[in-house]
């Protein structure tokens, strides 16, 4: 059984630039959520999708988007960039409320906008 | 606005002993809460899950409490060892709310 896997691992972008972010999914997971961790906190929920369709948005602006595809990998997108979306991004596969035990996360992206 | 707070920051304990992490928790009425351990630079990894009708869960030398009453749940390590030396998050779900996360505890366990 394969867990969750994000890429890149480390990233370096200029303010104003574009960001995508990808994520495979735990095997038989259907759902995948994304979430953002400043140094020092918890993480914060951006957006969840379930079988392809958004199912849920955290409070981030629209420049933060998302896809997931028929093999339930994942990708945040982000544009123009700034300077305090410098985080860890975490994916998160699952099963649907109510079916699962947990989520299972990946390792992250760690993002700096300079 | 739903809140969820996790009693300290930093807690430190030493080895043998018994860690108790808190986690409470306002304006929410979650199905399911659940404890994460993280190592740093690392993503959360999965511990334990505690659904609203059921008031603990044990799991090797872990055990979870969830009172919705007191809208409170405790997190205990027993016979601690410096390998539990990591942070530990606290997170609710429920009904259209996705899993929202404690800002953690770091716990260090001293030799």
């Known amino acids: 059984e394969t867990g969750v896997t994000q890429s890149p691992t480390h990233l370096i972008k200029t303010r104003g630039q574009q960001v995508t972010l990808r994520c495979s999914s735990q095997?038989?997971?259907?759902?995948v959520s994304w979430y953002q961790q400043a140094l020092g906190q918890g993480p914060q929920f951006i957006f969840q999708?379930?079988?392809?369709?958004?199912?849920g948005r955290g409070n981030f602006p629209p420049r933060f988007s998302g896809l997931q595809f028929p093999n339930y990998s994942s990708e945040l997108n982000v544009n123009a960039l700034e300077l305090d979306d410098s985080a860890l991004y975490l994916c998160?596969?699952?099963?649907?409320?109510?079916?699962?035990?947990?989520?299972?996360f990946g390792s992250g992206t760690r993002l700096t906008v300079v | 606005s739903q809140k969820i707070e996790q009693n300290s920051e930093a807690l430190n304990i030493q080895e043998g002993k018994t860690a108790t992490l808190t986690c409470n928790y306002t304006?929410?009425?979650?199905?399911?809460l659940q404890w994460y351990r993280q190592d740093p630079g690392r993503g959360p990894v999965f511990l334990l899950l505690?659904?609203?009708?059921?008031k603990e869960k044990r799991k090797e030398r872990l055990k979870v409490t969830f009172d919705t009453t007191l809208k409170q749940s405790l997190f205990h390590i027993t016979a601690s060892q410096p390998a539990d030396s990591a942070t530990y998050l606290c997170?609710?779900?429920?009904?259209?709310?996705?899993?929202?996360f404690g800002k953690g505890t770091r716990l260090s366990v001293i030799a």
């Open positions: 304006n929410y009425s979650p199905a399911y």
């Open positions: 095997s038989g997971h259907n759902t």
């Open positions: 505690i659904r609203e009708n059921e």
């Open positions: 999708y379930y079988r392809e369709e958004e199912n």
């Open positions: 998160a596969s699952s099963l649907p409320v109510g079916n699962y035990y947990g989520y299972t």
């Open positions: 997170a609710l779900e429920g009904g259209n709310t996705p899993l929202v």
